[in-house]
């Protein structure tokens, strides 16, 4: 059920920040991918919390955007352990999130997350979050799939 252990889905481009998407849905996945697809970014994804931590510790990905709650490693428990070793700590961490927005937020902190997102959010915000986790300035244009009034949503 969920995305493929060690799935990509970009070809090797050394130049790019790496992007790991961590979620056990496939469709949200997907829809994570479509929004950040304009070559910009390599693009990774795991479908579980101890299937993302391997490839944190393999691929060294510059941002990791995850789900708070999966079966198995809990995205908060990942961030948690991703900020603990010195290895990976400089990661940074999006958790997405359709827990309750104040409680999942809190939790988020604790575990050390560098930014949050409430579900059902904008493509937009997405692409922000990314953005601003990369460094990135944000002065591009829009990006065309965020163009139209829907949210993604798990």
Same mark, same amino acid.
């Given at each position: 059920m969920?995305?493929?252990?060690?799935?990509?889905?970009?070809?090797?481009?050394?130049?790019?920040?790496?992007?790991?998407?961590?979620?056990?849905?496939?469709?949200?996945?997907?829809l994570?991918?479509?929004?950040?697809?304009?070559?910009?970014?390599?693009?990774?994804?795991a479908?579980?919390?101890?299937?993302?931590?391997?490839?944190?510790?393999?691929?060294?990905?510059?941002?990791?955007?995850?789900?708070?709650?999966?079966?198995?490693?809990?995205?908060?428990?990942?961030?948690?352990?991703?900020?603990?070793?010195?290895?990976?700590?400089?990661?940074?961490?999006?958790i997405?999130?359709?827990? %309750?927005e104040?409680?999942?937020?809190?939790?988020?902190?604790?575990?050390?997350?560098?930014?949050?997102?409430?579900?059902?959010f904008?493509?937009? %915000?997405?692409?922000?979050?990314?953005?601003?986790?990369?460094?990135?300035?944000?002065?591009?244009?829009?990006?065309p799939?965020?163009?139209?009034?829907?949210?993604?949503s798990?």
């Amino acid at each position: 059920m969920g995305a493929s252990a060690f799935q990509k889905t970009d070809r090797r481009k050394p130049n790019k920040q790496k992007v790991l998407l961590v979620d056990e849905d496939d469709r949200l996945i997907k829809l994570l991918e479509l929004t950040l697809e304009d070559g910009r970014y390599r693009l990774l994804n795991a479908g579980d919390g101890v299937v993302g931590l391997e490839m944190v510790r393999k691929e060294k990905p510059d941002l990791l955007a995850l789900d708070a709650l999966m079966p198995g490693k809990k995205g908060f428990d990942l961030c948690r352990e991703i900020k603990a070793s010195s290895s990976t700590a400089g990661t940074r961490v999006v958790i997405l999130s359709g827990l %309750d927005e104040r409680e999942a937020r809190h939790s988020a902190l604790e575990a050390g997350d560098d930014d949050y997102l409430a579900k059902p959010f904008s493509p937009m %915000d997405l692409i922000a979050k990314v953005e601003r986790g990369l460094g990135l300035d944000g002065r591009r244009r829009p990006h065309p799939l965020a163009v139209p009034a829907h949210s993604l949503s798990a």
